[in-house]
């Protein structure tokens, strides 16, 4: 999808786009007339669009000079409605939890749930909108519910932009008022308008801390209802991927021990110290989708380098 038709199904004119990402008129038909697109453009023409930053882009080529494959049907992330749940040891209503999920979510959650496995696992995994990953042991779940928007108002979420840019630790050092100084990429990669969006999101949850946490934490929650959460190093970001894509794909678990058994890594520092966890103790993980990825792909790239 490109820039004008996606515009033109919103029923904008390129005036508005313009002043929405402050440029000019011009400045956007050069870009639908095929002039290259700044990076930092394409994030907010993204937000003001309501797309993805790739459904701007043209499609690179196959090997053999046709289109990349249409075959592989995109996930379907039109905004569905709210996933609801609350654990059994929890009393108040005010326990329960939200998250707001995509139509694809929704479909691979109904899937799931009623799944039966053969190792005795009882996790499901989804992604929601607001940037978590939540994997959930509906061993101790007392209600699930998935709420389509057309009967309920999801919980707010952003752009998967503005996520992406506040897992740049650069851009919340930029937005940090007791930081004096930050590199000279950071305020070059974004705009403004997503500089002020990140800004607006920071606010609301409470500040440069929170959100820090928010965006490379890994939170956990024991089945007695404790929760703790641990600061997110690469290696344990990368192990919560890997447990995600076990729970997700039965054939991919090796070993003879049932997966509530498993040991999972979820707090280290290197040589000095680590925290490891029985899954079956746990309730529930949650961990930033793009810092997760994030972590997932560097630490594929240092296990594909040559010894």
Known sequence: MKLKEQRTILGFTQQRVAEALSVSQQTVARWEGGAEIPSKYLKDLAIVLHCRVADLLPRAPDADGSKLSAQVEPEDDTPYGTVRFKFMSDAAESQEREYPITEAQRGYLYRHLDQTRDDGATWITFDSLDNRRVLLNTAELELFEMIGDDVEAMPLWEHEEVYKALSDREMLWLLDDDVTSVGADATAAYSDK??????????????????????TGIVIETVQGDRKTFSGEDADLASVCALTMNIDDPDLVRGDAPMNQWIVSLDSEGYYR?????LGGLRMIEVPVVAAESAWRREMQVDDEPA
């Open 194 to 215: 997503l500089i002020e969006a990140c800004r607006a999101l920071v606010a609301s949850w409470g500040g440069i801390d929170t959100a820090s946490d928010r965006m």
């Open 274 to 278: 680590s925290a490891h966890y029985r």
